[in-house]
């Protein structure tokens, strides 16, 4: 079956950077779309970016744009998140997320959640003001 393993969160200040990684287990993801979701506490689960089989296409929400960036390692099977900038209200545990479908051409169909076949565990992202 496979899933996805999350790395890489912890306690930054705000301003500071942070890159969340995520590895496939037990198969390969590099035919999927993947992306990546957050939730704070409280609130509902959110889309964060996303990145196409091919790694030549993203798509992100305007609350992370200019500041995240998604990319894919198609060797390591690994895909990333890197985060500059980064503010108070980014704290959330982030999700890394496969798609149901491979080959899918349309990225947007993750926003919700609904098309996501894999999620990983999460991992903790702080920000302290």
């Not at 196409?52 to 960036?69: E, M």
Request: positive net charge; charged residues 20%; contains cysteine.
């Amino acid at each position: 079956q496979g899933h996805v393993v999350e790395s890489g969160g912890g306690s930054v200040e705000a301003g500071g950077s942070l890159r969340l990684s995520c590895a496939a287990s037990g198969r390969t993801f590099n035919s999927y779309n993947m992306a990546w979701f957050r939730q704070a506490p409280g609130k509902e689960r959110e889309f964060v970016a996303a990145i196409g089989w091919s790694g030549g296409n993203t798509y992100y929400p305007d609350s992370v744009k200019g500041r995240f960036t998604i990319s894919r390692d198609f060797a390591k099977n690994t895909v990333y998140l890197q985060m500059n900038s980064l503010k108070p209200e980014d704290t959330a545990v982030y999700y890394c997320a496969a798609d149901k479908v491979p080959y899918s051409s349309d990225l947007r169909r993750l926003r919700g959640g609904a098309a996501v076949g894999s999620w990983g565990q999460g991992t903790q992202v702080t920000v302290s003001s």
